[in-house]
Nanobody, 127 residues
């Protein structure tokens, strides 16, 4: 089992940057592809970014390509999401998720692909 704890959210003005972190428990972190999702008020939870087990392959929602960057440090059991050029529409609760994978370089974008979820961290962007 994996426990995920997100941190780094906050209130930012448009144009600002944030770095979210997700710390995972357990010794099998490198066996999981990792993803970030977000949920805006009144909307469905949506995929934002994903990284393969190795970190060598990443995938992004079209809406955040070139704006957000996902990375991971398997030695620290941590995955990061760098959010740049923030916009009010980036507001939401950001969730970290883990997808057990037999493949080193596969990136997953589906909610159902992910087995474990964190509690989320709030990001609010004011105009």
């Amino acid at each position: 089992q994996v426990q995920l704890v997100e941190s780094g959210g906050g209130l930012m003005q448009a144009g600002g940057s944030l770095r979210l972190s997700c710390a995972a428990s357990g010794r099998t972190f490198s066996m999981y592809a990792m993803g970030w999702f977000r949920q805006a008020p009144g909307k469905e939870r949506e995929f934002v970014a994903g990284t393969s087990r190795s970190g060598g392959n990443t995938c992004y929602a079209d809406s955040v390509k070139g704006q957000f960057t996902i990375s991971r440090d398997n030695a620290k059991n941590t995955v990061y999401l760098q959010l740049n050029s923030l916009k009010p529409e980036d507001t939401g609760v950001y969730y970290c998720a883990a997808a057990w994978s037999n493949y080193l370089n596969t990136c997953y974008i589906g909610k159902d692909d992910h087995n474990y979820w964190g509690q989320g961290t709030q990001v609010t962007v004011s105009s």
